[in-house]
């Protein structure tokens, strides 16, 4: 990883444009929407270091003159700086921006490739729904309930696995946040114990030939446990944080333990699955999948 994403709050928080021209406007559109309080600077005013105080950050754009005497006017005033079309000046980069409100993607190339970074946005764009920041805005708005009902972290994914796929968030991607809110109360209400599972899923690789349901699989799982030659490409597609388990400790009994107790378990293989820990797992009383890459083609 060559840059650290990462995203700041704007509520409350000044963000500074200095200069004039349509690279100036561009990124004033960024913040359209935003509860960012926008300033913006021309001429001689851009070098003055109390102009930037308090801001989060400021972009510059001009000539060689002007960007050097603001970038060094807002850094004095220990504001982070991006000048537009000029890297090697910039404390951050601007990444390509996917806006559902609550819910915010970025895409970046540290500064290379902007036009790639664009081209990927498009495509990922048309898979993020446009609801998806008022799921977001519901979750939140319910996260004080959720934790004391759920104090157990492993718990709590689980329920909120099950309430992104159910009516609650199907309500709010609609619109009807307050019948969203109510189902995902009523949800609340009856919860149970979280229902754990065990994924079986071919790592050798390619990653592409995995089907989506291994992917997803993946992206949610508690604990993985991979053989030493999976394909590093197909280990990225796993959480970060999710639990490691070697091969040698991943026996039939020690999956079926960790299902039982509400975990969502991965067992990534690179060969065909063992005849006889699949008889073990099909004899316990948790779910159970094999997932196979799909066919070439």
């Given at each position: 990883m060559d840059a650290f994403p990462a995203f700041f709050p704007l509520e409350g928080r000044r963000v500074v444009i200095a200069g004039t021209g349509e690279a100036?406007?561009?990124?004033?559109?960024?913040?359209?929407?935003?509860?960012?309080?926008?300033?913006?600077?021309?001429?001689?005013?851009?070098?003055?270091?109390?102009?930037?105080?308090?801001?989060?950050?400021?972009?510059?754009?001009?000539?060689?003159?002007?960007?050097?005497?603001?970038?060094?006017?807002?850094?004095?005033?220990?504001?982070?700086?991006?000048?537009?079309?000029?890297?090697?000046?910039?404390?951050?980069?601007?990444?390509?921006v996917i806006d559902r409100g609550a819910v915010v993607a970025a895409i970046g190339t540290t500064g290379a490739a902007p036009m790639l970074a664009a081209l990927l946005r498009n495509d990922i764009e048309a898979r993020v729904p446009a609801g998806a920041g008022r799921v977001a805005v519901l979750l939140k708005r319910m996260q004080a309930e959720v934790r004391e009902a759920y104090p157990d972290l492993v718990a709590r994914r689980a329920f909120l696995r099950a309430a992104l796929s159910g009516e609650a968030a199907e309500a709010a991607m609609a619109g009807d946040?307050?019948?969203?809110?109510?189902?995902?109360?009523?949800?609340?209400?009856?919860?149970?114990?979280?229902?754990?599972?065990?994924?079986?899923?071919?790592?050798?690789?390619?990653?592409?030939?995995?089907?989506?349901?291994?992917?997803?699989?993946?992206?949610?799982?508690?604990?993985?446990?991979?053989?030493a030659d999976v394909d590093p490409a197909v280990l990225a597609l796993?959480?970060?944080?999710?639990?490691?388990?070697?091969?040698?400790?991943?026996?039939?009994?020690?999956?079926?333990?960790?299902?039982?107790?509400?975990?969502?378990?991965?067992?990534?293989?690179?060969?065909?699955?063992?005849?006889?820990?699949?008889?073990?797992l099909a004899g316990a009383d948790v779910a159970v999948e094999v997932m196979l890459a799909a066919p070439a083609g």
């Open positions: 100036a406007e561009a990124k004033a559109r960024l913040f359209d929407g935003s509860p960012a309080q926008l300033v913006r600077l021309e001429g001689p005013q851009a070098f003055l270091v109390g102009a930037y105080g308090g801001a989060l950050m400021a972009f510059i754009t001009g000539d060689d003159l002007f960007v050097q005497a603001a970038a060094g006017a807002a850094r004095a005033a220990r504001v982070l700086v991006n000048v537009v079309d000029r890297p090697e000046l910039c404390d951050f980069n601007t990444p390509a946040m307050e019948r969203g809110e109510a189902l995902l109360r009523a949800a609340l209400d009856r919860r149970g114990a979280p229902v754990g599972r065990i994924a079986i899923v071919a790592g050798r690789g390619p990653a592409d030939l995995l089907t989506l349901r291994a992917a997803r699989a993946l992206a949610e799982a508690d604990v993985l446990a991979a053989d796993a959480r970060r944080d999710a639990g490691r388990l070697s091969p040698d400790d991943a026996g039939a009994e020690a999956l079926v333990a960790l299902a039982r107790a509400g975990r969502q378990v991965v067992r990534l293989i690179t060969r065909a699955p063992d005849a006889a820990m699949l008889k073990a």
